[in-house]
Nanobody, 115 residues
Framework: QVQLVESGGGLVQTGGSLRLSCAAS????????MGWYRQAPGKQRELVTT???????KYADSVKGRFTISRDKAKNTVYLQMSSLKPEDTAVYYC?????????WGQGTQVTVSS
């Protein structure tokens, strides 16, 4: 099975930065897409950003210019660098590995941005 472990969440002030990590138990190039999703209290889980095995990235409009997804092949890890954080970014952030037939999810890490 595929295991995904997120880390790096925490409490930051508005305008601050935070880097999330997603360590995978398999090669991140063996799946179609790696991505980050988030879910705020009382809201639907939403896609934040994705990166394909070929390196193509997509971002939600709400985070464009502020968030960056990247990969470290040697560490088999996907990162989410978050800058200029806003209170609206407060949510549980989940790492996802999407294959042709199944999506694997991490346990989530809490990000809280104080106003």
């Amino acid at each position: 099975q595929v295991q995904l472990v997120e880390s790096g969440g925490g409490l930051v002030q508005t305008g601050g930065s935070l880097r999330l990590s997603c360590a995978a138990s398999i090669s991140i190039f063996s799946v179609n897409t790696m991505g980050w999703y988030r879910q705020a209290p009382g809201k639907q889980r939403e896609l934040v950003t994705t990166i394909t095995s070929g390196g193509m990235t997509k971002y939600a409009d709400s985070v464009k210019g502020r968030f960056t997804i990247s990969r470290d092949k040697a560490k088999n890890t996907v990162y989410l660098q978050m800058s200029s954080l806003k209170p609206e970014d407060t949510a549980v952030y989940y790492c996802q590995a999407q294959t042709q037939f199944y999506a694997y999810w991490g346990q989530g890490t809490q990000v809280t941005v104080s106003s």
